[in-house]
């Protein structure tokens, strides 16, 4: 489950905070239930506040978003650190990957979201999605620099790469694994010599 940021704004006045938790609850059950494209009328009217309220907190869709999995897509730029570290930069790239798009398939509609922040400079996401990304980029460098990474994949294809396997995993999740698999076995690189590898 995604984690979500608990921190108290400077000066928020405690009835202001108390609607702001509430707007946060009920927007984690409605995406739970209904994807990120979830009645944000039904959220305000579930937290139990007027819409003016909801939009004063959260302006957009994505501000709403960054709230509920700001702090969890920063985990995954944490993660990405420690696996910096592995000796195996291809195991560290693989580790990495599953949990990337493990975290796309939180919500259904989700990988849509995130993929439209990354287009979107003005996106309340756009930031901490473009440090997940640099995350995911140093780590494909790392095994490409290693030889274990096909050298002809960048940043942006591998992030298509995982939008795509999260999109379809979460249409068919029984296929999820599978998908991963041909995923990761398609960004091995192979020697040019079929007696090798």
Known sequence: MAQRSTQTRPGERKDARRNYE????????????????????????????????????????????????????????TRSDELLASASPHEALTIWLAAAV???????????ALVDSLADPASDLYATCQAVKTAGAQLLDRAQRAGTARPDVDASALFSLVAAVAWASERTPAHGDQLLAVMLDGLRHRSENPGQG
């Open 22 to 77: 509430r707007l946060l609850t009920a927007a984690q059950a409605a995406f739970a239930e209904d994807g990120v494209g979830a009645s944000l009328n039904d959220i305000a009217r579930t937290a139990g506040v007027g819409n003016v309220t909801l939009y004063r907190h959260f302006p957009t869709r994505q501000a709403l978003l960054e709230a509920l999995l700001g702090e969890s897509l920063r985990g995954l730029r």
């Open 102 to 112: 493990e975290h796309a398939m939180t919500y259904r509609g989700l990988v849509d």
